[in-house]
């Protein structure tokens, strides 16, 4: 139980998880400057983002070694977000569409 | 009888829509009606029943029953289906209106409506719409948000700032229908009320010809200024006979003297009005909020006439 | 919580009735009270500032109803009925109902019910308490300065134009918020981490499901309106323009951010209310809950659906049509598990052996109302007739249906059933029910008309209307008197049972079987003097009750179940 | 059932827990649980930013330009830094070296400070060209009609990210104080591992928001 709670990182894990942050931090910069077409280069940069962000819940917040329940409660924070953000765009990316265009 | 009930109960059925939305009403107030009785003659029953005889009373272990949980899942389940179903139908006739709605501008102030016809007409707090014929509202409101209700039509839509939202309708008959601000706007939101009335379409006709000429006739100046007075919606704030209001009244107004939050008094002559009328928050009269708009944008004959007619209140 | 039954030695302890010493007489003086880590000293403070809020609320509410008494002025002028209704709002909303049952009534029963020694973080409970009480000053500071004048949901662009105190009351809810994530945080982990030795999830009081339940919601929504009352400061500050028309923003979106919040707020109100009924119900019916699952799970569905939802308070904002439709349509299905709810407790009471005390007919006052409520929720769900009802008095019928009617009367149900243990002492049950009898006809008297007035067109918010509605306005204002008089019974019977010497109570008057009733009436300082074990559910009227007083020796203190347990040294 | 090493005397557990395991448990969830609420605090801002983005995306271009990359870029390290430190200070603690600990927590708040430093500079030099949150905006270089919304928005997350770097800090600094008096150790460092985790939250939201506010060319 113990070294299950108290679980002491490697420090390879550690010093990687940071070699591994910057170099994607690098390479969000660099997709910057390249010229990626329109919707393709926001979704590189979000790839990128969530990915670090993984790197950093997973390894620095240590969530691979912890009770599950707390990586439910992160899961469920960003399941909360979408749903509003999600909810809210149906009605703004949706007002110049009334039914009364349609007919 | 259910026809009665709705009578006392709802408001007059007078455009194409409200016949429908009094349907479903009297459909979930019914199925509603029904379900209730029933859970509340269960209570009633199982208490005297059931009511405890000795302290010692020894009840049945009932954990669970599949058939009775199903059955009041799905029950309501199809109920809501059908209510969804019905209620959609209802809206989309509300938001669809067909082509050839005649079309009416709609603008909403603190507090009063403002109607402007295809041909220029502008009318304050009275809307005259062609009775039978499909009435398209499109709304836009000069400060915060209000919003456009007619009970007897069943219609009811916001009206917002930088932005035009869409009502539309179609009476019955003719007919005068109250309307109301249904969005909370501030000291004057429950007096924002207006009127709609259906005329014949041949007595609308000539209703806007005749308010086109009237408008493009000269007039003293002091009866442009009453015409003003009522079409811009200072009737909303002033009255004219003494009687309190959200601002002062303009009875004896004119060389009065006007006491200021900010401690100086004023004599009421004709530039102190222009300047109440352009920039009121300038001075602000004692017992009174700075909520009136700025009427900068009228023109300076307007102003004038406006003035004019204050001076005759006396 | 690793250990099984059989590992310990488990026995029965007997309740000690009309205890010496408890936690009322632990410590003495005010700043025994004031800094208190004890849950139930904790819990208690929150009554009597929740019950101090609803009187002030009350008595705004009185006052709105004799203003509409005549069509045009009756006593006071529009600003100020403007601002008495704004503030009978948020005080109902924010001060008192929010915190209600949860605040008081969780605190002082959660951990009793999970047999453990306190909430999971004692300060923090503390803490939100005077977070609550600091936000609670500033909502009495924006009075003094004013008033606020702009409905409790603070729409904009009015909110951000009108000159009333809106900034000082905006934080002040939103201090108040996050008092509410405190406790909500605290129940959280209170329920996973401590619960008694062989309670498991099934054998958790509904009480408990349905505080847990509702700390998530706490938890999930209420940091939204905490960034949404900040960005209405920022706009009233630095105008930065996101709701501001005039600057490109969009007053719309303020009210998805508000109600995104505040449609989850109506079921923090009412879903602690469910786990009341479910406790009384039960317990008077002296019968196993039926459904206990079921009950349980649609906490959750409700609180989850609940999240979908929001947009049903915006039919006719302007929002688009494919959103209107499709909260329309998710709108039904909070019905479902409600439902759900509703007919279980009725089939409880199916060959039960119900004692019609007060509690009990609290509860039924409750299925009843809150039934109406419920259903009149439903009708403004479907589209074309919430276009119709919008913003006039049957919304304003609808919410206090189910607030007052439900969360209210579910609320004065708890306080009678917990009031022996919480004070160890006996009310009068002649009076008490002569209340809710009274309390039961002047709400119906007040808010059934509003029902009518509102179909038949009244808009809400109004502070002169046509002659018209005045019977029914009239009718209405009557039944608020009658309210009153109902209130003030309960207050008195209440108050005398308080400082009267021969009612002492039971430990268990009612006979019931969940933990909290195996302590002392008043509890003792830590609840129980023993670590209580559990192998029961909390319903099972049909097992003898000795086998629900089972514990294990040990007042189960960190450092004396240590001493007893062989420690393993280990480095980690 | 309780392995709790109390080889270091004093006990930590409250009374009201039975074991320290049950005490360090609670307060981890009771952790998770409040960066719950810390995302979707933020979130709201992100709402607003994805509504407005999704309306003027030409907007977003124009004045993303006008934010310095090479900042950005830097202080994105700069907290990758910190958070790699705090997770040293975590595991110093649980490896019991007290000097380590005060160490590690220095460096994470002088990087902290770095941060700020940063943002003060690319602040002011905003302000003086009169790129102000909202009504204040006075700046014409961006030839839009909503572009005071974008620097709003940028405004309120940024700010609002900067005010959780400033309690950060303030936190830290108050553990360092006690780690000096000697208050943790491999038995107990709760408070540590706590803090660690509202850091590296705070590092999490910067990661979304420097990609979003100034990488969008
Ligand atoms: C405790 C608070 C509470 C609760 C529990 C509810 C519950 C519900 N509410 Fe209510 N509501 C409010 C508080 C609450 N509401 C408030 C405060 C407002 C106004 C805010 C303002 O504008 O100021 C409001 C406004 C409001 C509106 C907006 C009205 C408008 O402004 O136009 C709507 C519209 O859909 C609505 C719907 C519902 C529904 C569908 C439920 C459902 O949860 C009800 C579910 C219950 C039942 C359905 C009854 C039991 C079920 C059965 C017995 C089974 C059979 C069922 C079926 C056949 C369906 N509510
Ligand atoms: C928990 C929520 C809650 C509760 C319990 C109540 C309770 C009551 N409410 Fe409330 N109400 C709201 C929440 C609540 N309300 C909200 C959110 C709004 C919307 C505000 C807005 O539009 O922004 C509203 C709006 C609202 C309106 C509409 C105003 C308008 O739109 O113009 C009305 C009008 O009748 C009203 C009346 C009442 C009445 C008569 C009670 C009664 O049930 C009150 C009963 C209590 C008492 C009667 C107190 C008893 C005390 C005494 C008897 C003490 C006597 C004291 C001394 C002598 C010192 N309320
Ligand atoms: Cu205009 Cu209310
Ligand atoms: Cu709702």
Not at chain 3, 193 to 203: E, H, L, N
Request: net charge negative.
């Amino acid at each position: 139980m113990s070294e299950h709670n108290h679980h002491v990182i490697d420090l390879k894990y550690l010093l990687g998880a940071a070699g591994a942050l910057v170099v994607l931090t690098v390479i969000t910069v660099a997709a910057a400057y390249m010229d990626i077409p329109r919707p393709f280069d926001l979704i590189t940069a979000l790839t990128l983002a969530f990915g670090k962000a993984t790197i950093v819940a997973a390894v620095f917040m240590g969530l691979i070694w912890d009770k599950k329940i707390n990586t439910m409660a992160l899961l469920f924070s960003i399941l909360f977000f979408f749903i509003m953000i999600g909810i809210t765009l149906l009605d703004t990316l949706f007002r110049d569409r009334p039914f009364w265009v349609w007919n | 009888m259910l026809e009665t009930i709705n009578r006392l109960i709802l408001p007059q059925v007078s455009s194409t829509f409200a016949a429908d939305v009094d349907g479903l009403f009297t459909f979930i107030n019914v199925a509603s009606a029904i379900i209730l009785l029933g859970i509340t003659v269960a209570i009633i029953y199982f208490s005297i029943k059931y009511r405890r005889k000795s302290e010692d009373d020894v009840t049945p272990v009932i954990r669970y029953n599949t058939t009775l949980e199903l059955t009041w899942t799905i029950v309501p389940f199809i109920l809501i289906l059908i209510v969804f179903g019905w209620g959609f139908r209802g809206y989309i006739d509300m938001r669809t209106p067909p082509s050839n709605a005649y079309e009416i501008y709609v603008t909403a102030n603190s507090f009063f409506w403002q109607f402007t016809y295809p041909n220029g007409v502008q009318t304050t707090d009275e809307l005259y719409v062609p009775a039978g014929r499909p009435v398209k509202l499109i709304m836009q409101s000069r400060d915060v948000i209000h919003s456009f209700f007619v009970p007897d039509f069943r219609v009811k839509q916001d009206v917002l700032p930088g932005r035009y939202t869409m009502a539309w309708f179609q009476t019955l008959g003719t007919g005068e229908h109250i309307i109301f601000c249904t969005e909370y706007c501030g000291t004057g939101h429950s007096q924002m009320d207006a009127m709609v009335y259906a005329i014949e379409p041949e007595e609308f006709d000539a209703w806007l010809r005749e308010q086109r000429e009237l408008s493009e006739q000269e007039l003293p100046l002091a009866v442009l200024g009453r015409n003003l007075y009522q079409q811009q919606g200072c009737a909303g704030c002033h009255s004219l006979d003494g009687s309190p209001g959200i601002g002062p009244t303009f009875q004896g107004l004119y060389m009065n003297e006007r006491q200021f939050t900010n401690g100086t008094t004023r004599i009421a002559d004709a530039e102190y009005l222009r300047e109440s009328i352009v920039n009121p928050a300038a001075l602000i009269n004692v017992g009174y909020n700075n909520i009136m708009p700025s009427y900068a944008h009228l023109s300076d004959d307007q102003v004038a006439a406006l003035i004019e007619f204050i001076k005759e209140i006396e | 919580m690793a250990a099984t039954a059989k590992d310990l030695n488990i026995r029965e302890f007997p309740v000690e009735e009309n205890p010496k010493h408890h936690y009322l007489n632990a410590e003495t003086g005010l700043k025994s009270w004031l800094f208190t880590v004890d849950h139930k000293r904790i819990g208690l403070m929150y009554l009597a500032s929740i019950i101090l809020f609803f009187f002030v609320g009350g008595v705004l509410a009185l006052a709105l109803r004799l203003e509409l008494w005549e069509p045009a002025r009756t006593f006071m002028d529009a600003d100020t009925y403007n601002r008495v209704f704004t503030l009978h709002g948020a005080v109902m909303v924010f001060l008192f109902i929010i915190p209600s049952i949860p605040a008081a009534l969780g605190n002082f029963f959660l951990p009793m019910m999970l047999g453990a020694k306190d909430v999971a973080f004692p300060k923090l409970n503390l803490l939100s308490f005077w977070i609550y009480s600091f936000g609670a000053l500033f909502t009495l500071y924006s009075i003094a300065h004013g008033g606020v004048d702009t409905g409790w949901t603070f729409y904009t662009p009015y909110s951000t134009s009108t000159g009333t105190a809106v900034i000082s009351m905006t934080l002040g809810v939103f201090i108040m918020g996050f008092s509410s994530i405190l406790t909500g945080i605290n129940f959280i982990v209170t329920v996973h981490k401590m619960r008694a030795p062989g309670q498991t999830w099934g054998k958790l009081p509904l009480f408990i499901w349905s505080l847990y339940a509702t700390a998530i919601i706490q938890v999930l929504a209420t940091p939204v309106l905490a960034i949404t009352l900040l960005l209405l400061i920022m706009e009233r500050t630095l105008g930065v323009g996101i709701f501001d028309p005039a600057l490109g923003g969009d007053p719309v979106l303020y009210q998805h951010f508000f109600w995104f919040y505040s449609h989850p707020a109506v079921y923090i109100m009412i879903v602690p209310a469910f786990g009341i009924i479910s406790e009384v119900i039960s317990t008077f019916s002296k019968k196993t809950i039926f459904g206990y699952w079921l009950i349980a799970l649609s906490s959750l569905a409700i609180a989850f659906i609940g999240f979908l939802v929001w947009g049903h308070h915006m039919f006719v904002s302007g929002q688009s049509e494919l959103a209107t439709v499709i909260f329309s349509f998710l709108t039904f299905f909070v019905g479902i598990p409600t439902g759900i709810k509703i007919l279980n407790w009725v089939a409880t009471m199916y060959k039960g052996s119900i004692d019609m005390k007060t509690p009990m007919i609290y509860a039924l006052m409750f299925l009843f109302l809150f039934s109406i409520g419920g259903f009149t929720g439903i009708m403004l769900g479907a589209l074309s007739v919430n276009v119709h009802l919008h913003d006039t008095y049957y919304v304003v019928a609808h919410f206090h249906y189910v607030m007052m009617g439900g969360t209210v009367f579910a609320f004065l149900a708890g306080i009678h059933y917990w009031w022996p243990k919480m004070t160890g002492k006996m009310y009068n049950e002649f009076w008490a029910k002569v209340a809710s009898v009274v309390l039961f006809i002047g709400f119906n008297v007040t808010f059934l008309p509003q029902f009518i007035m509102g179909s038949q067109g009244m808009p809400r918010r109004y502070y002169s209307y046509i002659e018209q509605f005045q019977t029914l306005h009239q009718t209405s204002t009557v039944g608020s008197w009658v309210l009153g008089v109902g209130f003030i019974i309960v207050g008195i019977y209440l108050t005398i049972s308080l400082f009267s010497k021969a009612n002492k109570a039971s430990s268990n008057p009612w006979g019931a079987r969940a933990l909290e009733w195996m302590s002392s009436s008043p509890p003792a300082h830590h609840n129980f003097n023993y670590t209580p074990v559990v192998l029961h559910n909390p319903y099972d009227f049909h097992k003898p009750i000795s086998e629900f007083r089972l514990g294990i020796d040990g007042s189960g203190h960190g450092e004396e179940t240590e001493s007893k347990v062989e420690l393993s040294s280990d480095k980690a | 059932m309780a392995n709790t090493n109390t080889a270091h005397g004093e006990s930590h557990v409250q009374h009201h827990f039975v074991d320290s395991e049950q005490q360090f448990d609670s307060s981890k969830l009771g952790m998770w649980i409040f960066l719950v609420t810390e995302v979707l605090f933020f979130g709201g801002l992100f709402v607003a930013y994805i509504v407005y983005r999704a309306w003027n995306p030409e907007l977003f271009y124009m004045s993303a330009k006008e934010l310095s990359t090479m900042m950005g870029a830097i202080n994105t390290i700069v907290l990758i830094g910190s958070s790699l430190t705090i997770a040293l200070a975590v595991r110093a603690a649980q490896l019991n070296q007290q000097a380590n600990i005060s160490k590690y927590l220095l460096v994470t708040i002088f990087l902290a400070c770095v941060f700020l430093v940063i943002k003060y500079f690319e602040y002011t030099s905003k302000f003086a060209v009169g790129i102000l949150p909202g009504e204040l905006y006075t700046y014409e270089g961006i030839d839009h009609p909503g572009a005071a919304i974008f620097f709003s928005i940028y405004y309120m997350m940024t700010g609002l990210h900067g005010i959780h770097v400033i309690i950060g800090i303030g936190i830290m600094v108050w553990l360092l104080v006690k780690t000096r008096q000697g208050a943790y150790n491999s038995s107990y460092f709760t408070p540590i591992e706590i803090t660690a985790l509202y850091w590296h939250l705070v590092d999490l939201i910067w990661i979304f928001l420097f990609p979003l506010l100034y990488l969008i060319e």
